[in-house]
């Protein structure tokens, strides 16, 4: 895999997990699950499926240039990468088994796509 559609990768993934936390945040939001409006005007949820939209189509073009073999793998990183944000953005705690099931996870990628 060439350097050019790993970093596409990374960027589709990254989009990935910034579609998580704009989901997240979207569910902050919604202080009545009942309203309609909580929902159809929530900028998050907007956001956030406006994110997976554009990102799911930038991963499709990526499908067609990388074998699914070894860009899949790549989506693993959307485990580390979430928490890591989550931290970041709400003060979430971090645990030490997210660090070594994300090192493990790394270390999978880096493995599937050396191929």
């Known amino acids: 895999m060439s350097a050019f559609y790993i970093f596409a990768t990374l960027l589709c993934v990254s989009g990935i997990a910034a579609g998580q936390i704009l989901f997240k945040q979207a569910a902050l939001n919604i202080h009545d699950a009942a309203d ?11 956001a956030a499926l406006a994110l997976y939209g554009a990102t799911t189509l ?53 493995i599937a796509a050396s191929v």
């Open 58 to 110: 930038f991963w499709i073009w990526i499908l067609r240039n990388v074998p699914l073999h070894l860009a899949y793998p790549f989506m693993g990183l959307a485990f580390l990468m979430v928490p890591l944000l989550e931290y970041l953005v709400f003060g979430s705690t971090l645990h030490l088994r997210t660090f070594v099931g994300g090192g493990l996870i790394l270390l999978g990628v880096i």
């Open 36 to 46: 309609w409006r909580a929902w159809a005007f929530n900028g998050a949820l907007i």
